[in-house]
């Protein structure tokens, strides 16, 4: 809709700091679309067999629209949610506030710079319990469950306390009883069960006993009015110049499951609202405003700073003992598939709590998983399979030999299985705390990149092994790492980052309330606002923060329903007249060769430039240097087309269109010319010393990568300066970004996004000799006509006349200031 904002805010995601948006603002009374990428996953929606589980992952462009999303980076891997209810559904429930002295104010890190939380726990605390209320949050309640009473012992062997952390699930006195449905209703209408202590937290509860926000805050919003939308996957975004956002998003169809899809062409739809509030995770959101940074101009260099993995680290308990039976001590039984994934959780102090603690503070706790987990753990004690396995094959081939009359295999098929000491025995322990939140996120070649190892956090991560390792001694048990450990590597649940608040630009992207400095109405409330670790589990304060944000935007009245103009650049400028190439009335006859019968030979030829680039400059020299010092690089690879060689030589302008693609990851990765204009000569006058110059423009349309319209506008200045310059000049192209598609006459008017300077290495250059063709009746006489046109400027430009004509005005210039000097 063009002409006014179709709704008061869109809500991209609808995880912790979405959901809880989506229903505060409806229930204030604001319209409210929420777009979601992923489906709604119903009671018994989750996939469990092993076809299903196969295709149970996030990637449209193969056809997958699951549940899982999974990211790999140099220094962790991450596993975050693609669904309605986001990291709900398959987080394991736990909702502990952040502790109040973790709320640390310019707190120093190991590679520079500091973590400050501009918000405190007192600024949290009625959020924290307006969330818990809405949400449900129980303590385990059943006291003869194996895993918990094993770590509240070991807990209290080592003088730490364990405590039952509030869990966001619906218990009963018996497990499966029915979940009274709240006034609100349920966005699914399907019945609920109380936990079946299935352990099944982390893999989507399918009899609904979680209270994952499709549950709780969506289907209150829905009740409310919102309009909630799945499948919808936000692509863009770009500021209105009258106010108010417009959002470009696709459709993921239900019938694009099970087959490879090219996701680039979807058909993008659009939406405006007067807030855009940005919830699709600490990975979604980042990405998203990375990708759309040419559209947010401004914004702070903080962008993609503070990420960290709130310290999550995966040990294992294995061989578990209690009892002795005699001499040798009998395996004592953990059960982690049993129960809710996390039942406990264990506090060990930070030296920011005053109490003589030392080190950067974290939680233990136990992580449960689904029986099917012991069956595959089972199958991984290969030497007792196999031992097992040849036992009850030489007791079959010796009963069918008939040397046993026994017929009842009941026993042998029991001692076939064994006795699963290992998976009885064992227990995952998750760990998290205060990481140090050093990493930085920015895109390489378009994608998402994490620049964060376990270096600087090393310290914190000896301190939470070694609590892990005593508790496994304490329950008479062995110690395992993950495997990832082995190579120094962490896999997080809880990313956290990106684009944090802060106190002014200059320390964050948004405020404390998630607003971004200098782009009113676009919100950040999600895990990317966060700009440190929780340290507990983080899903109770991202929706503290985001409850409290929604307070602030209720505030405000309402924005009156005032027409809204169509985004910046939309329409700008033209294709005709752009870079000099204009429409002409048909030429039946240019030095003797027709072009109206279609004979007209044609010129190509492929250049490849490349530079240094900085955003929110309009010198292309100090961007080169800005860019330099920053890492951050534009390059470019254009296929050059003269149509018709006869006329692009005949016309002063000689005009040839430019096809290709840009790459810049600062502009969000690689960018598709839409259409292109370049000239070879244009005479644009003398030069300041008085030779003949001439100027190389290049004209590209771009859109950045989420959608944005964008125009390069660039040019090589060909002139005889003093010095051997003919290979600089011709090399050498100074640019400029442009937001919208602009024509040369809009230049001056054009805001400015960006600008650096890219060059030709001398090995793409040779290259570049290699590339030219020419298709049509005269090839040899269009390449003959191309090199006498280039040469023959570059002579007017370079040659003895030319430099003739630059040392009479360069001597011109020296008499005459002598003769000045004289007279004064």
Same mark, same amino acid.
């Given at each position: 809709?063009?002409?006014?904002?179709?709704?008061?805010?869109?809500?991209v995601?609808?995880?912790?700091?979405?959901?809880?948006?989506a229903c505060?603002l409806?229930?204030?009374?604001?319209s409210v679309?929420?777009?979601e990428?992923?489906?709604?996953?119903?009671?018994?929606?989750?996939?469990r067999?092993?076809?299903?589980m196969a295709?149970?992952f996030?990637?449209?462009?193969e056809?997958?629209?699951?549940?899982?999303?999974?990211?790999?980076?140099?220094?962790?891997?991450?596993?975050?949610?693609?669904?309605?209810?986001?990291?709900?559904?398959?987080?394991?429930n736990?909702?502990?506030?952040?502790?109040?002295?973790?709320?640390?104010?310019?707190?120093?890190?190991?590679?520079?710079?500091?973590?400050h939380?501009?918000?405190?726990?007192?600024?949290?605390e009625?959020?924290?319990?307006?969330?818990?209320?809405?949400?449900?949050?129980?303590?385990?309640p059943?006291?003869?469950?194996?895993?918990?009473?094993?770590?509240?012992?070991?807990?209290?062997?080592?003088?730490?306390?364990?405590?039952?952390?509030?869990?966001?699930?619906?218990f009963?006195?018996?497990?499966?009883?029915?979940?009274?449905?709240?006034?609100?209703?349920?966005?699914?209408?399907?019945?609920?069960?109380?936990?079946?202590?299935?352990g099944?937290?982390?893999?989507?509860?399918n009899?609904g006993?979680?209270?994952?926000?499709?549950?709780?805050?969506?289907?209150?919003?829905?009740?409310?009015?919102?309009d909630?939308?799945?499948?919808c996957?936000?692509?863009?975004?770009a500021?209105?110049?009258g106010?108010?956002?417009?959002?470009?998003?696709v459709?993921?169809?239900?019938?694009?499951?099970?087959?490879?899809?090219?996701?680039r062409?979807l058909?993008?739809?659009r939406?405006?609202?007067?807030?855009?509030?940005?919830?699709?995770?600490?990975?979604?959101?980042?990405?998203l405003?990375?990708?759309?940074?040419?559209?947010?101009?401004?914004?702070?260099?903080?962008l993609?700073?503070?990420?960290?993995?709130?310290?999550?680290?995966?040990?294992l308990?294995?061989?578990?003992?209690?009892?002795?039976?005699g001499?040798?001590?009998?395996?004592?039984?953990?059960?982690?598939?049993?129960?809710p994934?996390?039942?406990t959780?264990?506090?060990?102090?930070?030296?920011?709590?005053?109490?003589?603690s030392?080190?950067?503070?974290f939680?233990?706790?136990?992580?449960?998983?689904?029986?099917?987990?012991?069956?595959?753990?089972e199958?991984?004690q290969?030497?007792?399979?196999?031992r097992?396995?040849?036992?009850?094959?030489?007791?079959?081939?010796?009963?069918?030999?008939?040397?046993?009359?026994?017929s009842?295999?009941?026993?042998r098929?029991?001692?076939?299985?064994?006795p699963?000491?290992?998976?009885?025995?064992?227990?995952?322990?998750?760990?998290?705390?205060?990481?140090?939140p050093?990493?930085?996120?920015?895109?390489?070649?378009?994608y998402?990149?994490?620049?964060w190892t376990?270096?600087?956090?090393? !310290?914190?991560?000896?301190?939470?092994?070694?609590?892990?390792?005593?508790?496994?001694?304490?329950l008479?048990?062995d110690?395992?790492?993950?495997?990832?450990?082995?190579?120094?590597r962490?896999?997080?649940?809880?990313?956290l980052?990106?684009?944090p608040?802060?106190?002014?630009?200059?320390?964050?992207?948004?405020?404390?309330?998630?607003?971004?400095?200098?782009l009113?109405?676009l919100?950040?409330?999600?895990?990317?606002?966060?700009?440190g670790p929780v340290?507990?589990?983080?899903?109770?304060?991202?929706?503290?923060?985001?409850?409290?944000?929604?307070?602030r935007?209720?505030?405000?009245?309402?924005?009156?329903?005032?027409?809204i103009?169509?985004?910046?650049?939309?329409?700008?400028?033209?294709?005709?007249?752009?870079?000099?190439?204009?429409e002409?009335?048909?030429? !039946?006859?240019?030095?003797?060769?027709?072009?109206?019968d279609?004979?007209?030979?044609?010129?190509?030829?492929?250049?490849?430039?490349?530079?240094?680039?900085?955003?929110?400059?309009?010198?292309?020299v100090e961007?080169?240097?800005?860019?330099?010092?920053?890492?951050e690089?534009?390059?470019f690879?254009?296929?050059?087309?003269?149509?018709?060689?006869?006329?692009?030589?005949?016309?002063?302008?000689?005009?040839?269109?430019a096809e290709?693609?840009?790459?810049?990851?600062?502009?969000?990765?690689?960018?598709?010319?839409?259409?292109?204009?370049?000239?070879?000569?244009?005479?644009?006058?003398?030069?300041?010393?008085?030779?003949?110059?001439?100027?190389?423009?290049?004209?590209?349309?771009l859109?950045?990568a989420?959608?944005?319209?964008?125009?390069?506008?660039?040019?090589?200045?060909?002139?005889?300066a003093?010095?051997?310059?003919l290979?600089?000049?011709?090399?050498?192209?100074?640019?400029?970004?442009?937001?919208?598609?602009?024509?040369?006459?809009?230049?001056?008017?054009?805001?400015?996004?960006?600008?650096?300077?890219?060059?030709?290495?001398?090995?793409?250059f040779?290259?570049?000799?290699?590339?030219?063709?020419?298709?049509?009746?005269?090839?040899?006489?269009?390449?003959?006509?191309?090199?006498?046109?280039?040469?023959?400027e570059l002579?007017?430009?370079?040659?003895?006349?030319?430099?003739?004509?630059?040392?009479?005005?360069?001597?011109?210039?020296?008499?005459?200031?002598?003769?000045?000097r004289?007279?004064?």
């Amino acid at each position: 809709m063009r002409g006014s904002a179709e709704v008061d805010a869109v809500v991209v995601g609808s995880g912790f700091g979405g959901s809880v948006t989506a229903c505060r603002l409806a229930e204030g009374g604001r319209s409210v679309v929420v777009l979601e990428r992923g489906k709604a996953y119903p009671p018994g929606g989750f996939p469990r067999t092993p076809a299903a589980m196969a295709r149970n992952f996030w990637d449209p462009s193969e056809g997958m629209h699951g549940l899982f999303d999974l990211w790999s980076f140099r220094g962790l891997e991450g596993v975050v949610a693609s669904g309605l209810g986001g990291g709900s559904l398959i987080y394991a429930n736990v909702l502990l506030r952040k502790d109040e002295r973790w709320f640390v104010h310019e707190s120093p890190l190991p590679g520079g710079g500091y973590e400050h939380w501009p918000i405190s726990r007192a600024d949290l605390e009625p959020h924290y319990e307006r969330v818990e209320g809405m949400i449900g949050a129980t303590p385990y309640p059943y006291a003869d469950t194996p895993k918990t009473m094993a770590m509240e012992e070991a807990a209290g062997q080592l003088g730490l306390r364990a405590t039952r952390p509030p869990l966001a699930v619906s218990f009963g006195a018996r497990p499966g009883e029915p979940v009274p449905e709240p006034e609100y209703g349920n966005i699914h209408g399907l019945p609920r069960e109380t936990c079946r202590l299935s352990g099944e937290c982390d893999v989507g509860c399918n009899f609904g006993s979680k209270n994952t926000l499709d549950h709780t805050y969506l289907s209150a919003a829905a009740h409310h009015g919102a309009d909630i939308r799945t499948r919808c996957e936000v692509r863009g975004f770009a500021p209105l110049p009258g106010g108010g956002w417009e959002v470009r998003y696709v459709v993921h169809e239900p019938a694009g499951e099970g087959r490879r899809t090219d996701t680039r062409r979807l058909p993008v739809r659009r939406i405006t609202c007067r807030r855009l509030i940005l919830a699709a995770g600490t990975f979604g959101s980042t990405y998203l405003l990375l990708r759309n940074r040419a559209a947010l101009r401004g914004i702070s260099r903080a962008l993609g700073t503070r990420f960290c993995g709130n310290g999550d680290l995966l040990g294992l308990v294995v061989n578990a003992t209690g009892a002795t039976g005699g001499r040798r001590r009998m395996p004592r039984s953990l059960r982690g598939s049993t129960g809710p994934v996390i039942t406990t959780a264990v506090r060990v102090g930070d030296e920011v709590d005053g109490d003589g603690s030392t080190g950067r503070g974290f939680y233990i706790e136990d992580a449960g998983y689904p029986v099917f987990v012991d069956w595959l753990a089972e199958a991984t004690q290969v030497p007792g399979t196999v031992r097992r396995g040849l036992l009850f094959g030489l007791h079959r081939l010796h009963a069918r030999l008939g040397f046993s009359p026994r017929s009842n295999i009941s026993g042998r098929l029991a001692a076939l299985l064994g006795p699963a000491v290992f998976s009885e025995s064992s227990l995952p322990l998750l760990g998290m705390g205060r990481d140090v939140p050093d990493g930085r996120m920015g895109l390489r070649r378009g994608y998402l990149d994490v620049d964060w190892t376990t270096k600087t956090s090393l !310290r914190y991560f000896a301190g939470a092994r070694s609590v892990m390792r005593d508790l496994a001694e304490a329950l008479g048990a062995d110690f395992r790492d993950n495997p990832l450990w082995w190579s120094k590597r962490v896999v997080t649940v809880h990313p956290l980052g990106g684009a944090p608040m802060g106190r002014h630009p200059g320390e964050g992207v948004c405020d404390s309330f998630g607003e971004v400095f200098g782009l009113p109405g676009l919100y950040v409330l999600d895990g990317a606002a966060l700009p440190g670790p929780v340290g507990a589990n983080p899903s109770l304060t991202i929706a503290a923060f985001a409850d409290r944000a929604c307070d602030r935007i209720l505030e405000e009245r309402a924005t009156p329903r005032a027409a809204i103009a169509e985004p910046v650049g939309a329409g700008a400028g033209t294709a005709e007249g752009a870079g000099g190439v204009t429409e002409r009335a048909p030429v !039946r006859e240019v030095a003797g060769v027709s072009v109206a019968d279609g004979r007209a030979t044609s010129l190509s030829f492929t250049e490849e430039m490349k530079g240094w680039f900085a955003l929110d400059v309009e010198d292309p020299v100090e961007g080169r240097s800005l860019g330099r010092s920053r890492g951050e690089r534009l390059s470019f690879r254009l296929t050059i087309t003269a149509d018709d060689v006869e006329r692009f030589a005949a016309d002063p302008a000689h005009p040839a269109r430019a096809e290709g693609h840009v790459d810049c990851d600062v502009l969000g990765g690689r960018l598709t010319v839409e259409r292109g204009w370049f000239n070879l000569f244009t005479r644009d006058g003398a030069a300041q010393d008085g030779g003949p110059a001439r100027r190389m423009p290049y004209r590209l349309h771009l859109r950045d990568a989420g959608g944005n319209p964008l125009t390069l506008a660039g040019h090589k200045d060909v002139r005889n300066a003093p010095g051997l310059d003919l290979w600089r000049d011709t090399s050498t192209l100074y640019v400029r970004m442009l937001a919208g598609h602009v024509s040369p006459q809009d230049d001056d008017a054009a805001p400015v996004l960006g600008a650096g300077v890219l060059t030709i290495l001398v090995r793409d250059f040779v290259q570049q000799l290699t590339t030219f063709r020419t298709s049509g009746p005269h090839p040899v006489r269009a390449m003959e006509r191309f090199g006498r046109l280039f040469l023959g400027e570059l002579w007017d430009v370079y040659g003895p006349r030319s430099s003739r004509a630059q040392a009479r005005t360069r001597s011109q210039a020296r008499t005459g200031a002598a003769e000045a000097r004289e007279s004064a």
